[in-house]
C-alpha cells in the first residue's frame, strides 16, 4: 500500500492550494482517505474524509466553507484544495488511510508522506 503526495506549495494569502494523494496497492473504493494537517509546533488536526465511492465528504466544522474533497476512481487518486489561505494554513498535509473499511472510526495503517504547504507573502 502506498500513499504518495504532491510536492510542496508555496502561495500568497487569499490563495487557494489543491494537494494530491495517490492510492496503490489497495483497493480504493473500500476505504475512506482522510485529511490530516499539523502546524508548526502543534498537534495533528483532522481535516476531514471522503468515501471515493461516491464522493460522499465529511469535514470538520473549522474548514466548512473552504476545504474540498475530491477523489478520482479512474486514477485512485484523492484530492484536497483549501481556499481562502491565510498564514495560520501554514502546515503539512497529510492523507491517511484507516485500517477499517468505510468507517470513520479507528486507527490509520498508512499515511502520505506529508506536502508541506507555506502560506506568506
Known amino acids: 500500500v502506498q500513499l504518495v503526495q504532491s510536492g510542496a506549495e508555496l502561495r500568497n494569502p487569499g490563495a487557494s492550494v489543491k494537494v494530491s494523494c495517490k492510492a496503490s496497492?489497495?483497493?480504493?473504493?473500500?476505504?475512506?482517505i482522510d485529511w490530516v494537517r499539523q502546524a508548526p509546533g502543534q498537534g495533528l488536526e483532522w481535516m476531514g474524509r471522503?468515501?471515493?465511492?461516491?464522493?460522499?465528504?465529511k469535514y470538520a466544522q473549522k474548514f466548512q466553507g473552504r476545504v474540498t474533497f475530491t477523489a478520482d476512481t479512474s486514477t485512485t487518486t484523492a484530492y484536497v484544495e483549501l481556499s481562502s489561505l491565510r498564514s495560520e494554513d501554514t502546515a503539512v498535509y497529510y492523507c491517511?488511510?484507516?485500517?477499517?473499511?468505510?468507517?470513520?472510526?479507528?486507527?490509520?495503517?498508512?499515511w502520505g508522506q506529508g506536502t508541506q504547504v507555506t502560506v506568506s507573502l
Open positions: 496497492g489497495y483497493t480504493f473504493t473500500s476505504y475512506y
Open positions: 471522503i468515501d471515493p465511492v461516491d464522493g460522499h465528504t
Open positions: 491517511a488511510k484507516r485500517t477499517a473499511p468505510l468507517t470513520g472510526w479507528g486507527s490509520y495503517d498508512y
